[in-house]
């Protein structure tokens, strides 16, 4: 079974990881078909309450 002969260094490591985070932690937004407004995927939305072409949320 192969072994590194030498250590990662710790900068090498945690600059792979943050390409990761970031791309993980930034959502994409859609656009409501109803409002035309961004939301995230999948998620009802915050200004109309529509969802998957319903009402499913009250909004005031």
């Known amino acids: 079974m192969p072994v590194p002969k030498r250590k990662k ?3 090498r490591t ?5 390409q990761w985070f970031n791309s993980a ?5 859609a656009t ?3 409002c035309k407004k961004p939301k995230l995927p999948h998620h009802a939305c915050a200004n109309c309450g529509t969802y998957d072409g ?7």
């Open 25 to 29: 932690r930034t959502p994409a937004y």
């Open 14 to 18: 945690r600059s792979r990881k943050a």
């Open 9 to 11: 260094p710790r900068t």
């Open 54 to 60: 319903r009402q499913v949320l009250t909004v005031d």
């Open 32 to 34: 409501c078909p109803q």
